[in-house]
């Protein structure tokens, strides 16, 4: 069975503190791991796919990256904006279309 | 294109009445999943359709939950009877065949509350 952990499960940040998010996860044969954002309210936003180990993408001040157990959101000077809870999914070859969800890390940027 | 669209966005009913909720995902989507969040379990997976065809309902609670597809631009969920612990925020989310690594795009969700 997938399995997705996400830590922490809440972050407090000043306005310009970086840090990072965490993302472990046991799939039996990745096809692709997802990063969504969510607002309160709102349903979640998708932010980036990761195929494969040593894979690393970018948008804004968010980057994410990938290893063989676990992937890592960076976030880089972050605004008050950038507050929202981030989840974490994982696709296997064997689940179809299927995502297993993370329970999320809830980020406030606090100005 | 207005996105995946959900109906109600809120519902309030008494336990042992039937609830039914409403999607219309994004127009030539070929894939339409349902998920409930709660705080303690996080985001799962109900059941996804294909072409409006329901490929896994494995995560469908039990027998009081139903979900149909009869045309490419609806579905639904229904439960009947509702219980308390069916209260929650349910997502519809489409996604496009032909994409290898599907991104999924979400509906704004309805808050169902089970007194």
């Known amino acids: ?111 | 294109d207005a996105g995946v669209i959900q109906s109600p966005r809120h519902e309030v009913t008494e336990m042992g009445q039937e609830v039914t909720l409403r999607c219309k995902p994004i127009s030539g989507h070929d894939y339409l999943f349902w998920y409930r969040q709660t705080m303690m379990r996080g985001l799962e997976l109900l059941i996804y359709f294909n072409n409006n065809v329901p490929i896994d309902d494995s995560g469908m609670p039990e027998d009081r939950f139903s979900a149909k597809m009869p045309n490419a631009s609806f579905s639904t969920l229904k439960i009947q009877p509702s219980e308390p612990r069916d209260s929650a925020v349910y997502f519809c989310a489409s996604s496009q065949a032909g994409n290898a690594y599907n991104e999924q795009f979400f509906g704004p969700g309805t808050r169902l509350t089970v007194l």
Do not use: M
């Open chain 1, 1 to 111: 069975e997938d399995q997705v952990t996400q830590s922490p499960e809440a972050l407090r940040l000043q306005e310009g503190e970086s840090s990072s998010l965490n993302c472990s996860y046991t799939v039996s044969g990745l096809r692709g791991l997802f990063w969504y954002r969510q607002d309160p309210g709102k349903g979640p936003e998708f932010l980036f796919t990761l195929y494969s180990a040593g894979e690393e993408k970018e948008k804004e001040r968010l980057k994410a990256t990938l290893t063989k157990k676990e992937s890592f959101l960076h976030i880089t000077a972050p605004k008050p904006e950038d507050s929202a809870t981030y989840l974490c999914a994982v696709g296997s070859h064997f689940g179809n279309e299927k995502l297993t969800f993370g329970t999320g890390t809830r980020l406030t940027i606090i100005p």
